[in-house]
């Protein structure tokens, strides 16, 4: 399963921005739970949300009520809306993808995840 993240890039505090992950295999994001999770310089990766199969959603506490994880079954692309953003938001943001498991109930570390994406760097100025 190859997986490619875009729109990454500048913004300054307050703004938003959208990424894509694409998906290589056809039909994973309507059969696995798949997430976002980033990195900045320094830090552990973190997790930062998920969405089952059936649509069901997680975030972490510091994204809550500010992004949003979305995907296109049929484009085979998952989405993370990012608003409101801060200079701390500033990192590498990953797409993965769980093996053989629907939902995502629990899966906030990153070796619940099986296949990963190269990442597209958020830049947030203040």
Do not use: H
Not at 36 to 46: C, D, V
Not at 101 to 125: D, E, L, M
């Amino acid at each position: 399963v190859r997986l490619v993240e875009s729109g990454g890039g500048s913004v300054q505090a307050g703004g938003s921005l959208r990424l894509s992950c694409v998906a290589s295999a056809s039909g994973i994001t309507s059969s696995t739970c798949m997430g976002w999770f980033r990195q900045a310089p320094g830090k552990e990766r973190e997790f930062v949300a998920n969405i089952g199969s059936d649509g069901s959603t997680n975030y972490g506490d510091s994204v809550k009520g500010r992004f949003t994880v979305s995907k296109d079954n049929a484009k085979n692309t998952l989405y993370l809306q990012m608003n409101s953003l801060k200079p701390e938001d500033t990192a590498m943001y990953y797409c993965a993808a769980r093996s053989f498991f629907r939902y995502c109930s629990g899966a906030y570390s990153r070796t619940n995840y099986a296949y990963w994406g190269q990442g597209t760097q958020v830049t947030v100025s203040s």
